[in-house]
């Protein structure tokens, strides 16, 4: 028993000593200095009795002594002048050995120089050319070699003890970014990783080495690859592979339970340090990551720079990733507009560190008086509305709420768009808008048809300096409610996963990806517009719930259960992005499309809309969504108790 004490206490010692060790603080640079200054000189002694030995003799013009201070004053100014003691040693680099070469080599030149300098004026030289090489060659080969010594040393003792408890990895890549991300790993303290070798589709490199370490061709499975090697991990980091190539690998992995990581290009790293805190595990969001969208920053900031920018619902996933991409564009303000008081807190302390003006403003879209006193204080040039209901089976259980946020809401704002001159209005909608089968996608169908005909009755009547546009998109993977962070958790709670039925498809887009876009149509839109997104191909999703568990590291059926739980009230097995009776133009991006859709009246779509509004202060919900299907005649209501009101 007293042993293990004894042992347990020396684990405790050893840790708290490396602990000290990593924080202890840098040597101070006249340290640094002064131990260069002893390495010349021993350097400078070396070659005294290495040239004293050989049938070399000196001048007599001065002695040891004399010529040893010339060379350490030499010496002192070029250290001064590149700066060598400046380096951290324990972390010394290939540019903190080369300017130890300018240093040193200077020194070699400024004391060649005076010595031919004294023999043309005096006739006799200070030094021994070859002696004087020698001192340079000595001199620099001395203090390279004292900084490596330190940070072999400094690496090794920190990696003492802890190589039992690392997961062996592999990298898969032989790029610049692949030899980064090592250095990275092989710095990282605490460590996790030891990193075992390297992986490339390339068969040029099969025979080379990267650190010591061999490099596999991928012309085999990568588990025997991993088998071969000892390791437990792959984590991808070749900027070469082009999409369908990264995918295959994905698959490979997910088929043969490989554990998959992965880590942001090159260009988003700002040190090593960083670069080992953003290795992750390989997400759902990583496959759907397509080519890069190029937006056309020009006209987004000419539509944005040193505006007044208003997002609704700024507190949520779309709004506040579009606060976040407005900001790079240099508005004069952001106005951050939600009822969430937690999370819209949580986005201004984000954005604290911005030097740009946000003004957190906690209202409801739905209470017009409130949102009028923000208009009339603020004057928003620009307006990203983004507030909205979106969970279906809630507002089939709730309409008249989806009437007074989707639609309230949506008419408050653009009515006051349009009074205080808002230079352009963006209403984001959804996909569950076109052909209805439920009351959220209805009520953002109902608001869809409002803007545009209130922007189309406006550009008639020459009244209006607003242009409405709006973006219709699908699944935005990740955001608040998505099915993917469900699954997630419904994952590391050791499952089941549940999904509604086994044939149900989606699109999805990633966050970003869908707000770069709302940017760019914002800025095309002419006004009365509606946009629509490229979506890519739809997904199954229990595929989608099959490879998020295999990426979990879990095997689908067996350590993660799925169960069919029947469709919610409102939910199609897919959506679609245009109406029956819709058509689709072009535009100069090519993921953007307009939709071309029949237009309502304004007058009488206003008069629709106002006793909707009506219906649900009445709390009528029957009534209600007979209302909705008649201002949506598509509103074909599914697994709903509203089915009934369809014919």
């Not at 061709?217 to 991993?226: A, E, P, T």
């Not at 300096?465 to 993977?477: C, D, E, P, Q």
Request: charged share 20%.
């Amino acid at each position: 028993m007293k042993s293990n004490k004894t042992s347990h206490k020396s684990i405790f010692s050893d840790l708290f000593l490396k602990d000290k060790i990593l924080h202890f603080g840098y040597l101070p640079r006249w340290i640094i200095f002064s131990i260069d200054i002893f390495i010349v000189i021993f350097a400078n002694i070396v070659t005294y009795f290495l040239i004293t030995h050989l049938t070399y003799k000196y001048y007599n013009t001065l002695d040891l002594t004399g010529r040893t201070i010339i060379i350490l004053v030499t010496q002192s100014f070029f250290f001064f002048a590149f700066k060598t003691y400046a380096g951290i040693i324990r972390h010394s680099t290939l540019n903190d050995g080369y300017n130890l070469f300018k240093a040193t080599f200077s020194s070699f030149l400024a004391l060649s120089a005076l010595n031919y300098i004294h023999f043309y004026k005096a006739g006799t030289k200070i030094f021994l050319m070859p002696a004087l090489f020698l001192t340079f060659l000595f001199s620099f080969i001395f203090l390279l070699f004292f900084r490596i010594v330190v940070k072999v040393l400094y690496q090794v003792y920190l990696d003492s003890g802890n190589q039992n408890n690392l997961e062996n990895i592999v990298i898969y890549g032989t790029d610049s970014n692949a030899i980064s991300l090592a250095n990275a790993i092989n710095a990282e303290y605490p460590k996790r990783y030891k990193l075992v070798g390297f992986a490339d589709n390339s068969k040029k490199n099969e025979t080379k080495q990267i650190l010591g370490l061999p490099i596999y061709h991928h012309n085999q499975n990568v588990k025997s690859i991993l088998n071969d090697l000892n390791a437990e991990l792959l984590i991808l980091s070749n900027n070469g592979l082009s999409k369908n190539e990264q995918l295959a690998l994905v698959d490979e992995c997910l088929e043969n339970n490989v554990k998959l990581l992965t880590i942001p290009v090159i260009s988003d790293w700002n040190s090593q340090k960083n670069i080992s805190k953003r290795i992750k595990t390989f997400e759902i969001q990583d496959l759907l990551n397509r080519d890069e969208i190029v937006l056309d920053n020009f006209k987004i900031s000419n539509k944005v720079s040193n505006k007044v920018i208003l997002i609704t619902g700024a507190a949520g996933s779309i709004g506040s990733e579009i606060v976040r991409q407005v900001i790079h564009f240099s508005p004069s303000k952001i106005i951050l507009l939600d009822q969430a008081e937690t999370p819209l807190h949580q986005l201004t302390l984000e954005l604290n560190q911005i030097n740009l003006e946000i003004i957190p403003v906690i209202v409801d879209v739905r209470n017009k008086e409130q949102l009028e006193n923000v208009f009339e204080q603020y004057e928003p040039e620009f307006v990203f509305h983004a507030a909205a209901y979106k969970h279906v089976p809630l507002m089939e259980k709730n309409p008249n709420q989806a009437v007074f946020t989707n639609v309230l809401g949506s008419k408050n704002l653009a009515d006051l768009a349009v009074k205080y001159k808002v230079e352009r209005f963006v209403l984001i909608s959804t996909d569950k808008a076109v052909n209805p089968s439920n009351i959220m996608g209805a009520s953002k169908r109902i608001a869809e048809k409002y803007v545009q005909s209130l922007s189309i009755y406006l550009d008639q009547m020459g009244e209006s300096s607003t242009k409405f546009i709006t973006t219709r998109f699908g699944n935005v993977l990740g955001s608040n409610g998505s099915v993917v962070p469900l699954f997630k958790k419904q994952i590391n709670a050791g499952g089941p996963i549940t999904i509604t039925h086994p044939d149900i498809i989606r699109y999805f887009m990633t966050i970003p990806e869908a707000c770069q876009l709302v940017l760019e149509a914002g800025a095309m839109g002419k006004g009365s517009e509606i946009f629509i997104f490229d979506m890519g191909e739809p997904v199954r999703i229990i595929d989608l719930a099959h490879k998020m568990i295999k990426l979990a590291g879990y095997i689908p059926e067996e350590e993660i259960k799925i169960e069919v739980v029947g469709l919610r009230p409102g939910e199609k097995l897919f959506e679609e992005l245009l109406t029956n009776a819709s058509t689709t133009l072009p535009t100069h991006h090519q993921k953007i499309m307009i939709a071309k859709d029949t237009t309502e009246n304004y007058i009488s779509l206003n008069e629709d809309v106002l006793e909707l509004i009506d219906l649900a202060n009445e709390n009528k919900s029957d009534a209600l969504v007979i209302k909705m299907k008649q201002i949506v005649p598509e509103f074909i209501s599914l697994n709903s108790k509203f089915e009934k009101f369809d014919n």
